[in-house]
């Protein structure tokens, strides 16, 4: 974002767009968002604040799909697969910086 403020004749303002649209659920291994409660198809559980709850959290942000041998992106609704249903906490100040960011590009 501020590379394209800055300097916008050398920086395009599509990556951050494409990096919002992934979260959203624009991903080659499903069309559900990262988000919980945002997006036409997003994830109804996650783990929260420990891996013992299984349970929803509205706007959370979790860490997303498994690169899985031979390079295939999955992402599977399973309560043992942690590493793919946990909100992070870092995922969603990204997440909202983002949305702000393209908020502040798309109205100008």
């Known amino acids: 974002?501020?590379?394209?403020?800055?300097?916008?004749?050398?920086?395009?303002?599509?990556?951050?767009?494409?990096?919002?649209?992934?979260?959203?659920g624009c991903h080659p291994?499903?069309?559900?968002?990262?988000?919980?409660?945002v997006g036409a198809n997003s994830l109804p559980i996650a783990f929260g604040f420990n891996r013992a709850d299984w349970s929803y959290i509205p706007g959370g942000i979790f860490s997303g799909c498994s690169l899985i041998k031979p390079?295939?992106?999955e992402l599977k609704e399973?309560?043992?697969?942690?590493?793919?249903?946990?909100?992070?906490?870092?995922?969603?100040?990204?997440?909202?910086?983002?949305?702000l960011s393209a908020r502040k590009l798309l109205a100008a």
């Open 71 to 73: 390079d295939l992106m």
């Open 78 to 99: 399973s309560p043992f697969l942690w590493y793919q249903r946990e909100y992070v906490i870092g995922g969603a100040g990204a997440f909202v910086f983002n949305v």
């Open 29 to 37: 291994a499903s069309n559900e968002s990262f988000v919980t409660g």
């Open 1 to 24: 974002y501020y590379l394209h403020k800055h300097l916008p004749a050398l920086f395009d303002a599509e990556p951050l767009l494409s990096v919002l649209n992934y979260v959203l």
